[in-house]
């Protein structure tokens, strides 16, 4: 049975809780009294909407005035469509409607957009596959990036489109492992392309982030096992000595130097490994190694200092080996000495090149500096190699037979060149490996804030559907991760129901310009709600869930949360006495004589004069679950539920109506009543009502709390 009339409207959200959007106006009013005017199996339309169709359907007389009185008092004509043989051939607007498809099943796609508060429709056959939206057809065409984008995930529709492709052709690709390594690269290269648009944040030459506190992060991003690498330092000093050894065993500042070099590193590896385990450390040690790692000059301290332990070692061992071999700085050719370091000074050069190792392996260091140190390491051994081993190195040249050296460059040059291109490598690495560093953490800071972004929404999310549906419920849906688990039901067997209504409301609604159209009669209603749905954050009322609003009616159950048996008892429903098991509905009452002490209190501070029209009742088994795929809803169905719609659309403005078992066990509870008699109730026959009037005495729990509410009288006695 459908109505359908057409009009202005006025939509929204009302209230704090159970947010669900609806449409109020006096054309609403008639599109319902269509529905209730109309046949079964037939389309009862208004003269209004007739008008709008433009004689595109066969429409017979509807008579709406004979089944509805409403319909009968306003005048309104109304119509019955009659559905047509074949199918339309001009359509809407000129737009061609098909009541059923080419293949006989569904109806074809309707797309509405609305564009400066018009309707427009678009149909797309199942044949003909809809076009694109013209704003990402526009972005494709111009290639545009800051264009209009339809997923804010991926702001670039080109790009978009591209990696949903690349995700296409490695599917296909899965079987052969070298396709699927070059589309990997492909991926590789493009976010790489699109992280080189941020390294135009830093500078060219020092790699430092423009902004200022971009690069204090940095700075004090801690790089795991950084304190590690100091290690390395030991570890070629401790080869240094080792080779030197086979050397010139007989050379004493060799030991030397090396005793004191892995003291005074060790010293530096301890204070810079104690912040990976603390737990082996004493807690000033590693306070003072974490000081050391987030902190960008004592870091860079620090790792110049191991490095000018190494060099030094290996500049002390070259300079004292000339001194043992002074003999050869008087110009003389005398013969050759076995063994030392006249005999081979070549390797205290490749020594140098150990030197460059241990500083390109620190971390957490600018290439500036790793730049400073290597070149402190290849001037150090150059200038020894030329000026302090000239002799040395000469003499090397001419045992080796070299009769000619005007052709050939000399030793001490050709190493002094290879330390220093080796240093030139392995700058250029330690650039690189900087600009990884950079870029990994552009990408982590990326990565955070999205997260950030994602948990932000994610929390809203949740409020939302918290909002929307019971806590329990929203549970239920955000906790699972099955798709075969999107249907909620429970049913109950003793829980209340509440129907509430202002039936004088509809006497104060107005569409006239002084209520700007209605829409202050309704912020004037969602202050009313508001205040209804504030009730339900106060302890007393844990038990009662708002189901949803009607209108100006609004609708609350109790005993519908996962422990509505027990109604916040510990104990199970089997062990509870009869009293504690409808301890919820005592409190359902409450909460209706504290909605009217609430509007008393609305009335007084606007002068209006709203009263409530109650109905209540608890009987028989209820179910309750959620309805819809795109605007769930959470709702209840059962007997209990519409004797109480009954009891209210049968009750007294200003009272709140009861059934005769509602009565009997709530006034166990102290709860005043009146016997209104037997009234006939449709679908159920005579049913003998009361009224219920209030509290006779104080406390409404069982469980020994004492709440006074405003509608309760103190016994003074």
Not at 65 to 79: A, D, F, M, P
Not at 193 to 212: C, E, H, N, W, Y
Request: charged letters at 20%; hydrophobic letters at 40%; glycine letters at 8%.
């Amino acid at each position: 049975r459908v109505g359908v009339h057409s009009g202005t409207v006025l939509g929204g959200v009302l209230g704090q809780k159970r947010w669900q959007y609806d449409v109020w106006s006096t054309d609403v009013t008639v599109a319902n009294k269509m529905e209730a005017g109309g046949i079964p199996g037939r389309v009862h339309i208004s003269q209004s909407t007739m008008d709008c169709l433009k004689g595109e359907f066969e429409v017979e007389p509807g008579e709406g005035g004979s089944r509805c009185e409403y319909l009968k008092e306003k005048g309104i004509v109304t119509y019955l469509v009659v559905v047509p043989k074949q199918p339309l051939r001009n359509g809407i607007n000129g737009v061609k409607l098909s009541l059923t498809s080419s293949h006989g099943g569904s109806p074809p796609l309707v797309n509405t957009k609305e564009r400066n508060g018009s309707l427009s429709l678009a149909c797309a056959s199942p044949e003909e596959p809809e076009e694109p939206d013209a704003r990402v057809r526009g972005a494709l065409e111009s290639g545009e990036e800051d264009g209009e984008a339809v997923n804010p995930s991926f702001p670039n529709p080109r790009r978009r489109l591209r990696l949903r492709d690349l995700a296409e052709r490695v599917i296909d690709a899965s079987q052969n492992e070298q396709e699927l390594n070059k589309l990997l690269n492909e991926a590789l290269l493009e976010r790489e392309s699109v992280q080189a648009l941020k390294g135009k944040s830093t500078f060219r030459l020092s790699m430092r982030f423009i902004d200022p506190e971009m690069e204090t992060r940095y700075s004090v991003e801690k790089e795991k096992q950084s304190g590690a690498a100091f290690s390395c330092s030991c570890v070629v000093l401790f080869f240094t000595a080792l080779v030197e050894v086979f050397i010139d065993p007989w050379l004493v500042a060799n030991y030397v130097t090396f005793m004191v070099g892995e003291i005074l590193l060790l010293i530096l590896t301890l204070c810079s490994l104690a912040a990976i385990f603390p737990r082996v450390f004493p807690k000033k040690l590693v306070a003072f190694s974490t000081w050391i790692d987030r902190t960008r000059w004592a870091r860079n301290t620090w790792a110049m200092a191991a490095i000018v332990i190494v060099t030094m070692a290996d500049i002390v061992d070259m300079l004292s080996c000339r001194q043992d071999h002074g003999g050869m700085g008087n110009g003389t050719a005398g013969p050759p000495w076995p063994g030392g370091c006249g005999d081979q000074p070549k390797y205290y050069s490749y020594i140098a090149l150990l030197a460059l190792v241990a500083t390109i392996m620190l971390v957490q260091v600018s290439h500036m500096v790793k730049l400073t140190l290597m070149v402190l390491i290849t001037g150090a051994t150059g200038a020894v190699n030329i000026y302090a081993w000239e002799h040395i190195f000469d003499q090397y040249d001419r045992h080796r037979g070299e009769q000619s050296t005007s052709s050939l460059v000399p030793s001490k040059y050709s190493m002094t060149v290879m330390i220093f291109i080796v240093m030139l490598s392995f700058y250029y690495f330690s650039r690189h490996v900087e600009k990884l560093a950079r870029t990994l953490f552009l990408w982590k800071i990326d990565v955070h804030d999205q997260k950030e972004r994602v948990y932000e929404m994610r929390r809203w999310n949740e409020a939302l559907v918290t909002n929307m549906l019971p806590e329990h419920v929203a549970r239920h849906f955000l906790g699972s991760k099955k798709r075969d688990e999107e249907l909620y039901s429970q049913s109950y067997d003793e829980i209340g129901v509440m129907f509430a209504s202002l039936p004088n409301f509809a006497d104060f609604y107005t569409e006239e310009s002084i209520n700007n159209g209605g829409i202050e009669c309704l912020r004037f209603l969602n202050e009313i709600i508001s205040d209804f749905d504030a009730l339900l954050d106060e302890p007393q009322f844990r038990c009662i869930t708002k189901i949803k609003t009607i209108g100006s009616t609004y609708m609350a159950a109790s005993g519908v949360t996962p422990d509505a048996n027990a109604n916040g008892y510990s104990a199970k429903k089997e062990t509870l006495s009869d009293k504690e098991r409808w301890q919820h509905l005592a409190d359902l009452a409450d909460f209706a004589l504290a909605m009217k002490v609430t509007l008393m209190n609305i009335n007084y501070q606007s002068f209006n004069n709203f009263m409530l029209r109650i109905g209540k009742s608890m009987s028989g088994a209820v179910l309750a679950g959620v309805i819809g795929a795109r605007k769930p809803h959470y709702d209840i169905w059962g007997n209990t539920v519409n004797v109480a719609s009954r009891m209210e659309s049968t009750g007294v403005m200003g009272n709140i109506q009861v059934v005769e078992e509602t009565h009997l066990i709530l006034k166990e509870y102290g709860f005043r009543f009146v016997r209104r008699g037997a009234i006939y109730v449709k679908g159920k026959g005579e049913l003998l009502t009361f009224f219920l009037k209030g509290r006779e005495k104080q406390g409404s729990f069982v469980n020994g709390s004492s709440v006074t509410l405003p509608h309760q009288v103190v016994d003074s006695s």
